[in-house]
């Protein structure tokens, strides 16, 4: 079982140091001139849906589906981490405001842009790694704690 804890947490470890990497320094985010954001939530959803025409196939599936799926492992391991967050809500939460911080970095140092849209793709793709966890291992351990 320790052997298990410790590859949880070696998993963890290096996930969350390639996803500070790609989220502050991968994708050439070379540092901007100016400051880029968008507080309107859907509006960059909506134009990778709408004007799906304009954009290569590769561009649209990051944005919009990459944004989900990277944050897919977070949703599941920090439950199986950290029993604080066995609650979708408790873990929905943590996301919001670690996201939140991300964003807020990129703006300020000028490192790609705060999209509110990111935080509400990032959140979703928790939510879904939450509830892998649910379907796997946080059943398992309701079934452990049963009389």
Request: aromatic share 20%; glycine share 6%; with cysteine.
């Amino acid at each position: 079982m320790k052997l298990v804890s410790r590859a949880t947490w070696l998993l963890f470890l290096s996930y969350t140091l390639l996803m500070i990497y790609l989220l502050f320094f991968g994708f050439s985010r070379a540092t901007r001139t100016e400051r880029l954001y968008n507080l309107t939530p859907f509006k960059t959803i909506w134009n990778y849906i709408a004007d799906i025409q304009y954009y290569n196939l590769d561009i649209w599936i990051i944005n919009l589906f990459g944004n989900v799926a990277a944050f897919v492992p977070f949703g599941f391991l920090i439950p199986v981490l950290f029993r604080s967050y066995t609650k979708w809500y408790k873990l929905m939460n943590l996301l919001f405001w670690a996201l939140l911080l991300v964003e807020s970095i990129q703006f300020i140092f000028k490192v790609g842009s705060f999209d509110v849209d990111d935080i509400i793709l990032n959140v979703i793709g928790g939510l879904v790694g939450y509830t892998a966890y649910v379907l796997t291992i946080g059943r398992k351990m309701r079934c452990r704690n049963l009389p």
